[in-house]
């Protein structure tokens, strides 16, 4: 199946400081990744739609000027965490579909980055 | 706004026994997917089944089937003979038609008991 990898794994950082996470698409083109954020023992919760070429949408209440993504090329999406605080300590994962018209394409899941905001 | 929910936090199940997870959703689009997903201690999300609404068939996966009632919009997670590598947290998720993103329920965690 395809894969979609994530780096770094772990960050730990500094209040104040910045942090950028990676996720790519290793073996097909995603014209759209999504980000999402889960806290311990929570769910997933959508933070943004990211397409390639264009500006992310985001969801109601994350804000847009403290998590940037960018979706510079199809294979590969960041975010930035900027400013960061304790309170943006969280586990991020990204995911990526394959394009198509086949409207059952399955959304493929990164391993996720925990960050650690001290 | 589409709504998936999972009425059970948490849910143990004796191994080779049969467990089921329920799930249901609210939406007002006719044509949309719903799926299943595993994340274990790793984190990593594994899709465990789909099932497309349009079809009346219920989808299977090995140990895994589902009981898929359109009308009542109810989508449950059966696995049976269970075993101890299924131990993990179990999201249902909807997706609608067209390029949307996924919408998760709030998990059930499945402990398996030797």
């Known amino acids: 199946g395809a894969v979609v990898s994530q780096h770094p794994s772990w960050v730990i950082c500094k209040s104040g400081t910045s942090v950028k996470i990676e996720c790519r698409s290793l073996d097909f083109q995603a014209t759209t990744m999504f980000w999402y954020r889960q806290f311990p023992k929570q769910s997933l919760m959508l933070m943004a739609t990211?397409?390639?070429?264009?500006?992310?949408?985001?969801e109601q209440g994350v804000e847009k000027d403290k998590f940037l993504i960018n979706h510079a090329s199809l294979t590969l999406s960041t975010l930035t965490v900027t400013s960061a605080h304790p309170e943006d300590s969280s586990f991020y994962i990204c995911s990526a579909r394959p394009p198509g018209l086949a409207a059952t394409d399955t959304q493929y899941f990164g391993p996720g980055t925990r960050l650690t905001v001290l | 706004a589409q709504t998936v929910t999972q009425s059970q936090p948490e849910m143990s199940v004796q191994e080779a026994e049969t467990v089921t997870l329920s799930c249901t959703y609210d939406t007002s689009e006719s044509d949309y997917y719903l799926f299943w997903y595993k994340q274990p201690p790793s984190r990593q999300m594994i899709l465990v089944i789909r099932q497309e609404a349009y079809k009346q068939q219920n989808a299977t996966e090995n140990r895994f089937s589902v009981n898929f009632q359109k009308a009542a919009k109810s989508f449950s997670l059966k696995i049976s003979d269970s075993q101890l590598g299924d131990a993990a947290m179990y999201f249902c998720?909807?997706?609608?038609?067209?390029?949307?993103?996924?919408?998760f329920g709030k998990g059930t965690r499945l402990s398996v008991i030797a």
């Open positions: 998720a909807y997706r609608g038609s067209g390029n949307t993103p996924l919408v």
């Open positions: 990211s397409n390639e070429g264009s500006k992310a949408t985001y």
